[in-house]
Antibody, heavy 118, light 115 residues
Framework: EVQLVESGGGLVQPGGSLKLSCAAS????????MDWVRQASGKGLEWVGR??????????AYGASVKGRFTISRDDSKNTAYLQMNSLKTEDTAVYYC?????????WGQGTMVTVSS | LPVLTQPPSASALLGASIKLTCTLS???????IEWYQQRPGRSPQYIMK???????SKGDGIPDRFMGSSSGADRYLTFSNLQSDDEADYHC?????????????FGGGTKLTVL
């Protein structure tokens, strides 16, 4: 079964850090670009960033609101992508989805909730 | 950067037809957009990609009564024979590489209510 499963969400104080994981199964993870997209409660989707495959030098790109604070990485041996979030702000509170980019966002995880609050 | 504008809400009767709109910023009027459906409490699901010439390519399992089209900077998602299961949020998105920089932009989403 083709699947993405996020984990690692939770409650963190402003200024803190959190690392999310996205475990993939059922497709060739190593050849896929992986993105993170977030959604604050009652709001639209916001692109967080992307990591490309080894063939594309694991190139990364980030949305303006997270650039310099968030880092996307991957471990192809574990079929897992990661989102390291530092210097978290209250406005980073959202459900975070990982999704495969294969011309479109064709596979999505169920999402993991991140709450930034004191 | 492109800006995508969607009306926040839309509604239509069960069995009717309705057209949702995603409007690109004028200087990006030739861009391709993607439509995603998000049912309440669920993750988004890819519906189709719509090109500037109105051609579209659907995801697996998307029914024939979902159609895509274009006019100028507007990209449309049209439903015929609206079903209760179509009640959801619909997001349009656009992926680009500008000056070597990759980016993705989404519209604010449209909440579709089936009456």
């Amino acid at each position: 079964e083709v699947q993405l499963v996020e984990s690692g969400g939770g409650l963190v104080q402003p200024g803190g850090s959190l690392k999310l994981s996205c475990a993939a199964s059922g497709f060739t993870f190593s050849g896929s670009a992986m993105d993170w997209v977030r959604q604050a409660s009652g709001k639209g989707l916001e692109w967080v960033g992307r990591i490309r495959s080894k063939a594309n030098n694991y190139a990364t790109a980030y949305g303006a609101s997270v650039k310099g604070r968030f880092t996307i990485s991957r471990d192809d041996s574990k079929n897992t992508a990661y989102l390291q979030m530092n210097s978290l702000k209250t406005e980073d509170t959202a459900v975070y989805y990982c999704t495969r980019r294969e011309g479109t966002f064709d596979i999505w995880g169920q999402g993991t909730m991140v709450t930034v609050s004191s | 950067l492109p800006v995508l504008t969607q009306p926040p809400s839309a509604s239509a009767l069960l069995g009717a037809s309705i057209k949702l709109t995603c409007t690109l910023s004028s200087e990006h009027s030739t861009y391709t957009i993607e439509w995603y459906q998000q049912r309440p409490g669920r993750s988004p699901q890819y519906i189709m990609k719509v090109e500037s010439d109105g051609s579209h390519s659907k995801g697996d399992g998307i029914p024939d009564r979902f159609m895509g089209s274009s006019s100028g900077a507007d990209r449309y998602l049209t439903f015929s024979n609206l079903q209760s299961d179509d009640e959801a949020d619909y997001h349009c998105g656009e992926s680009h590489t500008i000056n070597g920089q990759v980016g993705v932009v989404f519209g604010g989403g449209t909440k579709l209510t089936v009456l």
